[in-house]
């Protein structure tokens, strides 16, 4: 169905309301949950229905236990990742203004950051370069190897400043994001085969059959590599948990480098589009009418949606929306 952008941003406002949270928190966080609804992401509108993201009782401000003048380590305290991951994304800014580089990480936080690459696009429209990694003990995705999880979904994002719109390459190590399996699930539809098993280690495309199981790495063993160096890099490096279950202790990595301890933001940027322009002149394999760059796609997407003021979204998780703004 298609519905109004500001209809849809009113509902999830409703929802995040409803579910514990002050203006402030709420507009952070919606702004993360509509970046990634008008490019077309799965870390959308999805994250507030079912159970949705309420407000943990126990939650406090975050704060900064250890740093230097190029990084700094945040206390999530178990206020929602979303928010923390802004403060963590403008921390590394700051410093990679003031020293050339930034590099920020959290632990003490338990919800989804959403889509990582709306924190390396903030970055990368400063000017620097952003990257992004976040790890949590949710065990949802096996190694390769194996039919058992032990890694979580492990996404990580890169932003690079253009002269004209970033690249934004942001991707789940895992075959696909945790919560593309729950809209699955909500509009009753099956997953594309290779996506994961069940809890038996059967191959299955029933999507509640792989969050019972395990979900698969992308690409093999070169996705389990991956997903490994995030679970050390948004785990071990920021002390966060790894492999507990029963822990709420999530972790993320995020670093900011700005291109003029190397080069000039200028010539660095004037490079890169140079690089973009020269990979979408290749020739194109039949049945291709356009080479795509990391973050085109949504980029276009978002911009066609904004300019008619207007968004689809699928029926049942628009319900299911609804459902959570009123409850």
Avoid: W
Wanted: positive net charge.
């Amino acid at each position: 169905m298609k519905v109004k952008i500001s209809e849809l941003k009113n509902l999830g406002l409703k929802a995040l309301k409803k579910q514990g949270y002050n203006d402030k928190e709420a507009d952070t966080i919606l702004g993360m949950l509509m970046y990634a609804q008008l490019r077309g992401n799965n870390q959308g509108m999805v994250k507030l229905i079912g159970k949705g993201i309420p407000k943990r009782d126990n939650a406090a401000s975050p704060k900064i236990v250890k740093e230097t003048p190029v990084s700094a380590l945040i206390d999530g305290n178990m206020t929602h990742a979303m928010v923390v991951m802004n403060l963590v994304t403008d921390t590394a800014i700051a410093k990679s203004k003031k020293f050339g580089v930034g590099f920020v990480g959290n632990f003490n936080t338990s919800e989804s950051t959403g889509a990582l690459g709306y924190y390396v696009n903030k970055i990368a429209k400063k000017g620097l370069i952003g990257i992004a990694f976040a790890s949590a003990p949710f065990q949802t995705t096996a190694p390769f190897g194996s039919t058992e999880a032990r890694f979580c979904t492990n996404p990580m994002a890169y932003g690079i400043p253009t002269e004209n719109d970033p690249i934004l390459l942001d991707m789940s190590t895992s075959a696909m994001a945790y919560y593309g399996l729950i809209e699955a699930k909500t509009a009753k539809r099956v997953v594309a085969q290779g996506i994961g098993y069940d809890k038996d280690g059967n191959p299955t495309q029933n999507p509640a059959e792989i969050m019972s199981g395990a979900l698969k790495t992308f690409g093999g063993h070169r996705g389990s590599g991956l997903a490994l160096i995030v679970q050390i890099f948004a785990g071990s490096l920021v002390q966060a948990d790894s492999f507990n279950s029963d822990s709420d202790n999530a972790g993320n990595l995020v670093m900011a480098i700005d291109p003029e301890i190397l080069t000039s933001r200028e010539s660095f940027t004037k490079e890169v589009s140079s690089i973009i322009k020269r990979i979408k002149s290749a020739k194109k394999s039949e049945g291709v009418s356009e080479i795509l760059i990391p973050g085109e796609r949504g980029d276009k997407l978002t911009k066609e949606r904004l300019k008619s003021g207007e968004i689809d979204i699928e029926d049942n998780l628009y319900h299911a929306l609804e459902q959570a703004a009123e409850a």
